[in-house]
């Protein structure tokens, strides 16, 4: 079905929006890991959005050609943030001048991504349904 | 109904219900040729393909083996959509069998 199409492009939108949610769950879930004296710390995540093309067989019945039909890829890199420092003599993964690094994830950052990304999926999921909704009216013709 | 009419729609079939995501056995214009019994046998392995898959994602996703929730979904809704143009054709072809036999010679 030509429907399929559409849906392959609500499908990649998904897709890069779960990866978004899924990174900021991450990052939030690491926020208060602590870096052992082995160096071993917790980088946080930042997820780039591109549009890329791809090749779908039928571009040309859709008016569109192969440089206009491009779908996000998304890459998963370490954000070059530093670490938080915090003051903390008592606690036993401290340094010599009592402080401990803490991964700078900014927690409000994460959850306005978060909902960002959430609202993005459900519009993608829109966009699918309004397709759908096409598809099943096309059915009703004549009927 | 107008006999060009069906056969439009008929023509329809194998092209709409072309498989979307795991291409099984697509329907090709020469097997057209081969007569409307063909044709719609060939409409039916393609639909009955669909749901085989809409099964076998299901199953993927009880035993928690799903990549991911949408794919399903979409493949779901695919499937669907194939099942109901499957309807639509067998409602027209039957429509007009059911008028050439109630014809009065």
Known sequence: ?143 | MDGNALAALEALAPASAAPALAPVNPVSAQSVAGGFDQMVSDGLSTVNQQLLVSQTDLQQLATGNAQNLHQVMIRMEESRLSFELLMQVRNRALEAYQDVMKMQV
């Open chain 1, 1 to 143: 079905m030509d429907y399929s199409q559409s849906f392959a492009i609500s499908a990649a939108g998904m897709d890069a929006e779960r990866t978004r949610v899924d990174v900021a769950a991450l990052n939030l879930a690491n926020a208060n890991t602590v870096q052992t004296p082995d160096g071993l710390r917790y980088r946080p995540l930042t997820v780039l959005a591109r549009s890329a093309p791809v090749a779908f067989s039928n571009q040309v019945e859709q008016g569109l050609n192969s440089a206009m039909l491009t779908l996000p890829q998304t890459l998963v890199e370490a954000a070059a943030v530093e670490p938080r420092s915090v003051y903390e003599p008592g606690n036993p993964l401290a340094n010599s001048k009592g402080f401990v690094m803490y991964p700078g994830v900014d927690v409000a950052t994460e959850m306005v991504n978060m909902m960002s990304a959430q609202r993005s999926y459900e519009a993608n999921i829109a966009a699918m349904n309004a397709t759908r909704t096409m598809a099943l009216k096309a059915l009703d013709i004549g009927g």
